[in-house]
């Protein structure tokens, strides 16, 4: 899936302190020494590869609206199109598959709660499943980050 040097540097170099900038991909292009052009086109061919679901930033819970961790229990033959009917929610900022009854996680993040609401029930009403709602009670921080 990586296919050269530079999709390794912009997967491993930039999962922390990516560019806070107008232009971030031209700070790194700028930083590795190609196109800005080059960078954008990578990221959209790892993305569409699978090798990443986004390039954004991660805020402190509740910081900018509201958040949950939510999951849903699907058939074992129901998780790849679950899974991609649920990332495909614009609120979704990951979605996997764990080894669980509740075979699929995700975080829906919305601006205030009636919107949160509102996604969980679309969620309930594509998949056909009651969501399990897990909101926050008590933050803590993980490092999402993972050295290739």
């Not at 990516?18 to 993305?47: C, H, M, N, W």
Request: net charge negative; with cysteine; charged share 25%.
């Amino acid at each position: 899936m990586i296919a050269s040097a530079l999709d390794r540097r912009l997967l491993n170099d930039y999962q922390r302190d990516f560019p806070l900038a107008s232009r971030p991909f031209a700070k790194i292009a700028a930083d590795l020494g190609v196109a800005e052009g080059d960078v954008i086109t990578r990221y959209a061919e790892l993305q569409a590869q699978g090798a990443i679901s986004r390039v954004g930033a991660v805020v402190r819970p509740h910081a900018l609206g509201v958040s949950t961790l939510a999951a849903v229990a699907v058939p074992d033959d129901a998780v790849e199109d679950a899974g991609r009917r649920i990332a495909a929610h614009p609120e979704v900022n990951h979605c996997y598959e764990r080894e669980h009854t509740y075979n699929i996680w995700f975080v829906v993040t919305a601006k205030d709660e009636p919107a949160l609401r509102r996604t969980l029930t679309a969620i309930e009403e594509d998949c056909g499943t009651p969501v399990l709602d897990l909101p926050l009670v008590e933050a803590f921080h993980i490092d999402l980050g993972f050295a290739l």
